[in-house]
């Protein structure tokens, strides 16, 4: 007998063995022990020898491996004990399989357990048809085909740990949730194991499991006791990983994308975070709005049920200080990759302890900022406030454990209905909605191929379907090429396409009527051609074209030039120990286009002589305060302490000497008030209801004779609370790039108010220094590693001399 993929008559044999494993259940003395319950129903012979062993094998607790049980005070588990925990599972339980999807960024092993019934693990190729049956429901050969798939297919579901390594109860609940899956034998998991295929990735960043665990370990009884690693918890994204979910940058978000979404299409995902230590015990959806205009209503519907069925599980626990319908949005694909794959996305946010330390929050010490509730008031969607008190680890575990385990009993009772609607929010993208466009037109011709290649890579790993134009065609009064490339909006993820490839309108939202703008959650923009520099045409109505079979995207090297040979210039990179998302970035870039950089720390700026190994120094984006000031003293040596005098001193040195400073966005405020330079910046000190761009792709006009622009005359920068520039002493100072004198020409993509104030001003500024040069950006050149559009700027900035 198997679960999911079943005939009609053993489907209803399979609902009356569930009651008869119920009452067994029931009658089971609580020290059954996990092996034992299988007797119930016998596994069926398995392709792993060792499942098929005569002898029951003791499934292992996690503290048999890991030395303690995850929750305990002031304990945490690097990711090789994990790996160890998790194989352990898969050698014992015929319910669990370990699959290693490939490597990550520094080389660990990135992992997936499939869980569910020993039955469905069995057929896991049937399933694998099903679920891209009901992803592409254009496949089915009858809607009596898709009735049976619905009514015999697993539901999978996705559910991620750890994408921020220092949320650290989401590195250690998956070995609680595959233990008790692995070993429980109530009949509510035996009816998740049923109707269910987890696919549980335990950490989306296993390198900063260890790197997270290494800091702690290390700090633990000194006054850094539960503070930040001073470097990236991931080596490139940090932070901004769960930032990368449509730009596909770094390789733990492409193996998820490849391995899980792409192949298992899960209708339901859960992504495990923890928040600050004084709001909320945990959020579940529904989100806030604003709600990006192309998720499909029923996703958002899906959202708003599971996570209110989820916070009403909890509650019946005895469950306090759960949030709904607070502080996050549903804006970005950036972070639901799932709302433009037919999926709800979960985001559950637990308050967090000190790491593994345990911390006291007294309830009138509870946040006051909160966005949608008061964690100190009962309201329709914080039913009821926590005490306050002692939080811990043990208490993020709970929660999370809890909430996952719900979410899952939902999903296999519901199984069908979500089944179904998955079905329908596919349908509704290959029938197109009332307002799209058409298609988009991408032609090959005059475009950076490096950008088009990106462009189309993202759109075919992002499983859109891309075709080719088979003759040459005119669209109004352009000419396109046999072989152009064309996106059609009518397909099961054209939502993603068209959210990537339009402008985004992101609505004024204040506060109160009058008052200053509500800050989005992340940023109000994605557009890719934009961030890219692609051109593409939109196509309102249907092409009269014949049209390919879906195609695969082209390849191109990324290689920046003027970067070998003896002119190249000597780079150094700023390396904070505050550890800036930026820097991170700054790096990736660099390593991707293979700009060679030596990363430079805090003593060896402050050392000077920085002109005898360098030509040019970036400043990642920072605050100046934490530029000069750093980490604070709790931090043992060499951490604390930013560059200080000294380290300005060295700096201005350097570029008097003849040296080149590249400052990115908040660092240039660094540059400008630290080497006191005669430019000023308009934006100091204005208010936000006076200003405000929070993450939007402006327009810059360039000065084509000036190398850094290199000829070109305009192009889209990535804004984001950066300054923008008055020249005070013109003959030091050239503008490379402004912004448009017409404000209306400012916006392309996502939101700005009062965008007069910076309309004219200084963009991008040449400021001479002695015998050396301060290049000063006012926008994010190289942004989370999507505006290849401006990464030229950046790259021709490091040969200026
Ligand atoms: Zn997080």
Same mark, same amino acid.
């Given at each position: ?11 209803? =044999? ?33 392709? =792993?020898? =060792? ?503 082209? =390849? ?246």
């Amino acid at each position: 007998m198997w679960n999911c993929i079943v005939s009609p008559d053993t489907r209803a =044999h399979r609902r009356r063995s569930l009651g008869v494993a119920l009452a067994l259940a029931v009658a089971a003395a609580p020290s059954l022990g996990a092996q034992q319950s299988h007797a119930h129903a016998p596994a069926p012979p398995s392709a =792993h020898s =060792h499942r098929a062993a005569p002898h029951p094998v003791v499934i292992p607790t996690p503290r048999s491996v890991l030395g303690f049980d995850p929750g305990d005070d002031r304990k945490l588990a690097d990711w090789p004990t994990l790996v160890r925990y998790y194989q352990a599972l898969d050698r014992t339980s015929n319910r669990v399989i370990y699959r290693e999807l490939g490597k990550t960024t520094l080389g660990a092993p990135f992992v997936a357990l499939l869980i569910s019934s020993p039955a469905n693990l069995k057929h896991l190729a049937q399933s694998r048809r099903l679920a891209a049956l009901l992803a592409d429901p254009r496949r089915a050969r009858s809607s009596a085909e898709l009735d049976r798939a619905i009514r015999d297919a697993c539901i999978p579901v996705l559910i991620t740990g750890g994408i921020h390594s220092n949320e650290v109860g989401g590195n250690l609940t998956p070995a609680v949730l595959a233990y008790r899956l692995a070993t429980d034998t109530s009949a509510t998991t035996r009816a998740i194991l049923d109707n269910v295929l987890l696919l549980l990735v335990p950490s989306l960043n296993p390198d900063g499991v260890t790197i997270t665990k290494r800091w702690y370990d290390r700090t633990l009884g000194t006054p850094a006791e539960g503070s930040a690693p001073p470097e990236p918890y991931h080596r490139y994204a940090g932070h901004d990983n769960n930032r990368d979910w449509y730009a596909f940058t770094q390789v733990e978000t492409q193996l998820t994308v490849d391995s899980l979404y792409g192949v298992w299409h899960p209708p339901i995902a859960m992504d495990l975070h923890q928040q600050l230590s004084d709001g909320s015990r945990l959020f579940v959806p529904p989100y806030l709005d604003p709600i990006e205009p192309n998720v499909d209503p029923l996703l958002i519907d899906g959202d708003n049920a599971l996570g209110a069925a989820i916070a009403w599980e909890l509650a019946g626990e005895g469950k306090t200080g759960i949030a709904i319908n607070a502080n996050y949005d549903a804006w970005t694909p950036a972070r639901a990759y799932e709302h433009y794959h037919g999926a709800v996305r979960i985001l559950a946010e637990a308050a967090s302890a000190n790491l593994a330390s345990p911390v006291d929050v007294p309830f009138d010490e509870l946040a006051t900022r909160e966005r949608g509730y008061d964690p100190r008031e009962r309201s329709w969607n914080f039913s009821a406030p926590w005490p306050g008190g002692r939080w811990t680890l043990r208490d993020v575990v709970n929660y999370q454990s809890s909430a996952a385990y719900a979410l899952l009993e939902n999903a296999a009772r519901y199984r069908d209905h979500w089944l179904a609607n998955f079905v329908t929010v596919g349908w509704r993208g290959i029938h197109g909605w009332r307002g799209w466009p058409y298609a988009y037109v991408i032609p090959r011709q005059h475009q950076d191929t490096v950008a088009l290649a990106t462009l189309l890579e993202i759109l075919h790993r992002g499983q859109v379907e891309i075709r080719t134009t088979l003759e040459s065609f005119s669209l109004g009064a352009q000419h396109f090429a046999s072989g152009t490339y064309v996106v059609v909006l009518r397909q099961p993820y054209a939502a993603f396409a068209k959210t990537l490839l339009e402008p985004q309108h992101y609505p004024d939202r204040l506060l109160y009527p009058g008052g200053p703008p509500q800050p989005p959650y992340d940023v109000t923009a994605h557009t890719l051609p934009l961030l890219l520099g692609v051109s593409t045409t939109l196509a309102a109505e249907s092409l009269r074209v014949p049209l390919s079979g879906p195609v695969d995207p082209p =390849h191109a090297l990324t290689v920046a030039p003027g970067f070998t040979g003896a002119d190249a210039p000597r780079v150094g990179v700023y390396r904070s120990y505050a550890a800036p998302l930026d820097e991170g970035w700054t790096r990736w870039v660099f390593d991707t286009w293979k700009v060679p950089y030596v990363s430079l720390v805090d003593s060896v700026i402050r050392a000077g002589k920085l002109g005898e190994h360098f030509d040019a120094i970036v400043l990642p984006d920072e605050a100046p305060i934490e530029i000069l000031n750093g980490l604070p003293g709790i931090y043992p040596a060499p951490y604390a302490g930013g560059l200080g005098p000294e380290g300005v001193a060295a700096l201005r040195a350097f570029v008097q000497g003849g040296g080149t400073l590249v400052a990115l966005n908040d660092a240039s405020r660094f540059a400008v008030e630290q080497l006191l330079l005669p430019v000023r910046n308009v934006l100091e000190g204005v208010a936000d209801d006076e200003f405000y761009a929070p993450g939007s792709l402006f327009r810059i006009e360039l000065d084509p004779s000036h190398p850094i622009a290199h000829g070109s005359d305009e192009t889209s920068a990535w804004f984001e609370n950066g300054p923008a520039f008055d020249v005070i002493d013109s003959s030091a100072v050239r503008v490379v790039a402004r912004y448009p004198s017409d404000p209306a020409r400012l916006l392309r993509s996502g939101w700005v108010l009062h965008p007069e104030r910076v309309a004219g001003r200084g963009a991008l500024l040449d400021v001479r220094l002695g015998s050396g040069h301060v290049i000063l950006f006012g926008f994010r050149p190289q942004y989370r590693g999507q505006s290849l559009a401006t990464y030229p700027l950046l790259f021709n900035s490091l040969h200026v001399h």
